[in-house]
């Protein structure tokens, strides 16, 4: 085994570069994976972002890669990449325990989520699950059961959720690329506080296969990084339809990487106004300020009904989510973290008419905003109204207001996921915390939202900042 | 219409009661008051949902192809 305690040169590499370096002989496969797992070890006392490893599968993989190279084979885009997972996909030989204690009664998995198959044929090494917020029923990286994933850049301080691990491993410098689940922001929410790019597709482009479920109507899975182009190679290392996903559309591939560099000619950018410009930290309103500047942003859209939107998410969320657990609910509720039990049994007594009629709104408010996609390319809107809380923490106040801390940090990604819409959340590198923005696109076209993700990031506007003591 | 503000207030303890006993779910008292509370907000924003009025041939987002 290397030395890698003494040789952390791949720390702070992005995907590409690893891939670049081994393709190149270099660095190996091996070597790469060594080195995540030494960070890894060397890290997470403090970030707790991992729940699992899986050593020896990795350096299996890595060694596999290793003898490809030496035999002259063609490689994947992401060779000797080591990329880790939320654990609520499955990874064969774990049980899928989505941030429960319920679910580690599962039996192991007998095969990987799809998507983990489709990075590791590009070449990529899985290392390990990440923790998250229980059943993904979360907006702050808190668990009960495994404890909090801490945020990179202070660890005394939320990383978001429910992908707290994702956004804790990617920014905290462990892996440079990571998978995650989104529902109602728990991409979004994490790229943000934890200052890392994340990309949530069009509802319905990424297979969901083999991941434990939320709320069939919202979830999506995307990657983690902090890079555009890392970005962009796992999302087109996954796309594709998958028939075990009865979500997945039938489209054919259309790969982002190629057109990263297009730049900003032609495109027609608005900033999101009304809902989207209240509720806001002073560190939310200079970040948007900074991508509207860069970007030239002079046109303000309001997208209809906006906290309608947000309330009808909640409605289909809070009732869909109880319909999932409900056997659950009635046999293992002392199993449950209590506020996550005691929201879902609120859920499953909503009345079902409510529940038809927050779908009726989805499709009214989905026609609406696909309106305004007609006179603009992209949207831009704060990803979160504020930098990472602390842990723990139960409000803030805004305004003069006191807020529930909670029910708040979601309030800008929901009314966008709600009707399926592809996002790239951007990382601002404030001191001393990053805050994210997201950026909007049409739904299928996720290549305009990653071309402007791209553009502010050469520009050096968007940029994942290093914690301090990586 | 559903529910008034002070009739919701009222009754929703019995409405738990109720829904938990025929969906099966056994409620501890101590969880109650949580459980109210959140179905209280939900119940709150549901409602601004269903005050929002939309056609009769409205489909829902949830369409099912054959």
């Known amino acids: ?154 660890p005394t301080r939320m990383t978001g959720g429910s992908s707290g691990g994702s956004g804790a491993a990617v920014g905290g410098g462990e892996v440079p690329l990571a998978l995650g689940s989104d529902t109602n922001g728990s991409i979004r929410v994490p790229s943000s506080f934890c200052g890392i790019f994340g990309l949530k597709p069009t509802y319905g482009r990424l297979s969901r296969a ?81 991508v509207g500047s860069a970007l030239a942003v002079s046109k303000t859209v309001e997208l209809p009904e906006a906290a309608r939107a947000r309330a009808a998410a909640y409605v289909i969320t809070t009732t869909e989510g109880a319909s999932l657990h409900l056997d659950r609910l009635r046999t293992r509720p002392n199993d449950f973290d209590p506020a996550v039990r005691d929201r879902l049994i609120a859920g499953a007594m909503i009345p079902a008419p409510l529940v038809d009629r927050a779908q009726k709104f989805r499709r009214w408010y989905r026609a609406r905003v696909l309106e305004l996609f007609k006179e603009v390319d992209v949207i831009i809107a704060p990803a979160t109204p504020c930098v990472a809380p602390k842990l723990g923490q139960q409000t803030f106040v805004l305004d003069g207001v006191e807020l529930p801390v909670r029910a708040n940090i979601g309030i800008h990604t929901q009314p966008i996921s709600f009707i399926g819409l592809p996002v790239v959340a951007v990382p601002i590198p404030l001191e001393p915390m990053p805050i994210g923005v997201q950026i909007i696109a049409a739904p299928w076209r996720e290549d305009l939202a990653m071309r402007v993700a791209h553009a502010l990031e050469q520009a050096g506007v968007a940029r994942a900042p290093r914690p301090k003591d990586v | 219409m559903i529910l008034t503000r002070p009739a919701l207030t009222d009754s929703l303890d019995n409405y738990i009661d109720a829904v938990g006993s025929a969906l099966g779910l056994t409620i501890d008292p101590a969880w109650k008051p949580a459980v109210r509370a959140n179905l209280d907000v939900s119940l709150k924003l549901a409602r601004q949902v269903d005050e929002f009025a939309l056609p009769d041939e409205t489909e829902p987002a949830s369409v099912f192809s054959a």
Not at chain 1, 221 to 233: V, Y
Request: net charge negative; aromatic share 6%.
């Open chain 1, 1 to 154: 085994m290397p030395d890698v305690t003494s040789d952390m040169s791949s720390d702070w590499m992005t995907a590409a570069e690893i891939a670049a370096a081994v393709k190149a002989k270099t660095m190996t496969a091996l070597d790469a994976t060594e080195a995540a797992l030494a960070r890894v070890k060397q890290r997470d006392a403090t970030l707790n972002a991992f729940t699992d490893i899986v050593a020896e599968r990795a350096r299996g993989r890595a060694r596999a890669i290793d003898a490809a190279i030496a035999r002259g084979d063609k490689l994947g885009p992401l060779a000797g990449v080591p990329f880790a997972v939320k654990n609520l996909f499955d990874v064969e030989g774990l049980p899928t325990r989505a941030g429960s204690k319920i679910n580690r009664d599962l039996a192991p998995a007998k095969r990987d989520a799809t998507l983990i198959e489709r990075l590791e044929a590009a070449g990529a090494v899985l290392i390990g699950a990440l923790n998250m917020g229980e059943y993904a029923y979360d907006f702050t990286g808190e668990n009960i059961h495994d404890g909090p994933s801490r945020n990179p850049h202070d």
């Open chain 1, 210 to 290: 083999r991941s434990f479920p939320f709320v069939a109507s919202f979830d999506h899975l995307g990657p983690f990084a902090r890079s555009t182009a890392d970005l962009a190679l796992a999302y087109d290392a996954m796309q594709g339809p998958d028939e075990a996903d009865a979500g997945c559309a039938t489209r054919p591939l259309e790969p982002v990487h190629a057109s990263l560099a297009q730049g900003l000619d032609g495109l027609r950018i608005a900033r999101a106004g009304g809902y989207f410009a209240q509720n806001l930290f002073p560190e939310a309103r200079e970040a948007i300020d900074r």
